[in-house]
């Protein structure tokens, strides 16, 4: 099945849907690119879902982007079983300023069953957010640089994505 929309925006789809399929007997992965794509394998500039997910928020079983949501969660914002970023909470859970989960390894901030940092935070109070234990960092200008270097990188990677599938 595969879903376009008309709408273009800088030479990708508002939205692609592209999931696996048998042509001429042969079985097909999905590959799914645009601002919204949903696949088995998903390039999306805002949102990506699929079995490997890369996007500015993105949920999958390999998940990179900004906003990460997966079994393996790579970005600043991680959430998984392993989640590696800026920030990363999961059961193993690897980042520079913060980590929370049963191995949390940080350069800054760590709480969790085995956690490792310059400064370890005891565990929330029962009922609190993860995330109520960590240290509240400021927004600082070197944050917006790295937020655009990300949305440039997925541009750029799902350009490269679509030029070869489609010559």
């Given amino acids: 099945m ?20 048998v042509v001429n007997g042969q079985f097909r992965r999905g590959i799914a690119t645009g601002w919204i794509a949903i696949g088995d394998i998903a390039f999306g500039i805002l949102f990506a879902c699929g079995g490997v997910a890369v996007g500015g928020i993105s949920l999958g079983g390999i998940a990179v ?27 193993a859970a690897f980042a520079w300023h913060a980590a929370v989960g049963g191995l949390a390894v940080a350069h800054e901030f760590a709480t969790g069953g085995v956690a490792l940092a310059q400064h370890i935070v005891p565990p929330p109070a029962r009922g609190a957010s993860p995330l109520s234990a960590i ?3 400021p927004f600082r200008w070197t944050d917006a640089v790295w937020l655009a270097l990300i949305v440039w990188v997925l541009l750029r990677v799902a350009s490269a994505v679509r030029a070869r599938r489609n010559p």
Avoid at 2 to 21: A, D, N, T
């Fill in 65 to 91: 982007g900004a906003l990460s949501i997966g079994g393996l969660a790579i970005g600043a914002l991680a959430f998984g079983g392993l989640a590696i970023g800026i920030i990363a909470i999961g059961g």
């Fill in 135 to 137: 240290p509240h960092a």
């Fill in 2 to 21: 595969e879903y376009r929309s008309s709408v273009m925006l800088f030479g990708l789809p508002l939205v692609h849907i592209c999931l696996s399929r």
